[in-house]
C-alpha cells in the first residue's frame, strides 16, 4: 500500500477519446506504460487535465478502473472524484476505495460557489467520510471553482475535524500561501504543489511532489530539475525550469487541453480529442503547435524520442 506523503512528479492524466468523442479506455494502458518510462511517480485520474467534469459518473469509474489495472501496483493513483453533486462525489469516493485506488482527492463544488469554511469542511468531510480508507487530499484550484476560502484555515480545522484529511492539492501560484499550508498547526499536512511552470520555486520552498499536466509530455525534464535541485545546481535547474516556461507559452497560444492531447499524439502517444466545451486543434493550428515547438527545441529536450507525423 502506497502511504502519503506523496513524491515525485505525478502525471494528470488525460482521458483519451476514440474520433465519436467516447471515452477510448484501450487507450488508457499504453499511454500510462509511456507515462511510467518516462519516470512519474503516480497518476492523478479524472481532474482537470483528464476532463473529469465532462464526462459521466459511470465514464469516470470505467477509466479509473482501467487506470488502476494499469499502474498495476506501479506507482499511486489518486482519482478525482469532485462534482457539484455532493452524493455523487461521495459515489464516486466510494468507487475509488473499492477499485483500490490509493488516494482520494475532490474539488469543491462550483457551480453554486462554496461562500465559507464551514461549508467547505462539511462538503469535503462527507465525501473524504465515504471512502474512510483512503487518504484525503483537497484539491484547490480558485482559478476553477471560483472559491476564494482561506486554504490555510481549511487546513488547520479540517487537520481537527476530517481524520483522513492527507493533505492538498494546490494549484495556484501564491508560494507564500503554499508554504503556510505547510506549516499548520493542526498536523502536518501533505502539501503537493500544482502549478508545472513555477516548479523550481515550489521546490525551493519545501514541496516534494507535484501534480502537473506537461508531466505528460516532459517528465523527463522535470526529473532533471528536480536533480539539479537536489545537487544544489541551481544555474542548471533555473536553465531547465526556463524550459518548461517557453513550452507552456507555445502552448497557451491555443486551447490548452487540445494542445496538450496533440503534443501527446506527436510524442506517439494517440489520445484524441477533447470534449465539449472543450475543443480540438485544426490541422492547421496543430502544424503551427509543431512549428512553435520546434522553434524552441522542445523535441529535443522533452525527454521523449518519437515525433508524429513531423
Given at each position: ?23 477510448e ?102 465525501i ?15 482559478a ?28 495556484n ?23 508545472d ?7 525551493a ?84 503547435l ?13 525527454g ?7
Amino acid at each position: 500500500m502506497f502511504e502519503t506523503p506523496l513524491n515525485g512528479l505525478i502525471a494528470a492524466t488525460v482521458t483519451p477519446l476514440d474520433s465519436n468523442g467516447l471515452v477510448e479506455l484501450a487507450a488508457i494502458k499504453p499511454m500510462i506504460e509511456r507515462l511510467i518510462e518516462s519516470g512519474v511517480t503516480g497518476l492523478y485520474v479524472c481532474g482537470s487535465t483528464g476532463e473529469g467534469m465532462s464526462l459521466t459518473c459511470q465514464e469516470r469509474k470505467n477509466v479509473v478502473e482501467a487506470s488502476v489495472d494499469a499502474a498495476g501496483g506501479r506507482v499511486p493513483v489518486i482519482v478525482q472524484v469532485g462534482h457539484n453533486s455532493i452524493t455523487d462525489a461521495c459515489d464516486l469516493a466510494k468507487h475509488a476505495m473499492s477499485a483500490e485506488a490509493n488516494v482520494v482527492s475532490a474539488t469543491c463544488p462550483s457551480y453554486f460557489k462554496v461562500a465559507d469554511t464551514d461549508t467547505l469542511l462539511s462538503c469535503m468531510g462527507q465525501i473524504a467520510n465515504a471512502a474512510p480508507e483512503l487518504p484525503f487530499y483537497y484539491y484547490h484550484i480558485p482559478a476553477l471553482t471560483g472559491s476564494q476560502i482561506d486554504v490555510v484555515e481549511f487546513l488547520e480545522r479540517g487537520g481537527k475535524s476530517i481524520p483522513n484529511l492527507a493533505g492538498l492539492k494546490y494549484t495556484n501560484t501564491l508560494i507564500h500561501e503554499f508554504q503556510a499550508c505547510q506549516n499548520t498547526q493542526s498536523r502536518a499536512f501533505d502539501v503537493v504543489w500544482g502549478c508545472d511552470e513555477m516548479l523550481l520555486a515550489a521546490f525551493a520552498s519545501g514541496a516534494t511532489a507535484a501534480i502537473g499536466s506537461t508531466y505528460n509530455i516532459a517528465a523527463p525534464l522535470y526529473r532533471r530539475i528536480i536533480e539539479a535541485i537536489e545537487a544544489g545546481d541551481w544555474q542548471t535547474a533555473r536553465q531547465l525550469q526556463y524550459h518548461s516556461v517557453a513550452m507552456v507559452n507555445v502552448m497557451k497560444s491555443y486551447a490548452f487541453h487540445g494542445a496538450l492531447k496533440a503534443i501527446m499524439s506527436m510524442l506517439g502517444m494517440p489520445v484524441g480529442s477533447c470534449r465539449l466545451p472543450l475543443n480540438e486543434l485544426t490541422k492547421d493550428e496543430t502544424e503551427s503547435l509543431r512549428s512553435g515547438l520546434n522553434d524552441i527545441g522542445f523535441f529535443d529536450w522533452c525527454g521523449h524520442e518519437t515525433q508524429v507525423g513531423s
